[in-house]
């Protein structure tokens, strides 16, 4: 018996590299439709070593980012493969920029509040200055890896998200 029951459809919150449509396109293999908003009580760090921020829980912080809206599951698991288990899903409460309304949708958070790696605020126009190209590079792997692994592991993919160490 068919049912007319959709799929769900998921919201969720993003910072840093998937801020650029290029990365969200090419990670999600479509274009969803895109709203800016404002995470309050988190601040969005560098972590040492790597190209890609992470957000975690600052009293008086505030994340600029997107919603990234109608998502499925399939869709969602992608986000959360390609960030790793040293994120979580997390419900939170952010407000569209446009409207100043309040929304409830998913983001992938630190899960190491106490992270030593975790530094300063990530800089999104630097980062498509020096890393934009390295990480649209890296998610192309990941895709092909995604479709077909080939006996790699996902820490194969960490290694094209790494920052370069400095020249001496």
């Not at 998921?10 to 895109?34: H, M, N, R």
């Amino acid at each position: 018996m068919a049912t007319s029951e959709q799929s769900p459809s998921y919201k969720v919150f993003v910072y840093g590299s998937f801020q650029e449509p290029a990365v969200v396109s090419l990670i999600l293999e479509c274009t969803p439709v895109i709203v800016s908003a404002q995470l309050h009580g988190f601040h969005l760090y560098r972590l040492k070593g790597r190209l890609h921020p992470c957000i975690s829980p600052f009293e008086s912080g505030l994340v600029n980012g997107k919603v990234l809206t109608g998502l499925t599951e399939a869709q969602l698991k992608n986000l959360d493969m390609i960030q790793g288990a040293e994120y979580v899903r997390k419900t939170v409460e952010v407000v569209l920029t446009e409207k100043s309304e309040k929304m409830q949708v998913e983001a992938l958070i630190w899960s190491n509040k106490d992270d030593p790696d975790m530094y300063g605020e990530w800089d999104f126009e630097e980062w498509k200055q020096l890393h934009m190209d390295k990480f649209i590079e890296a998610s192309k792997k990941f895709i092909e890896w995604k479709k077909n692994p080939d006996g790699k592991t996902r820490e194969e993919f960490e290694k094209f998200v790494q920052e370069d160490a400095p020249m001496a």
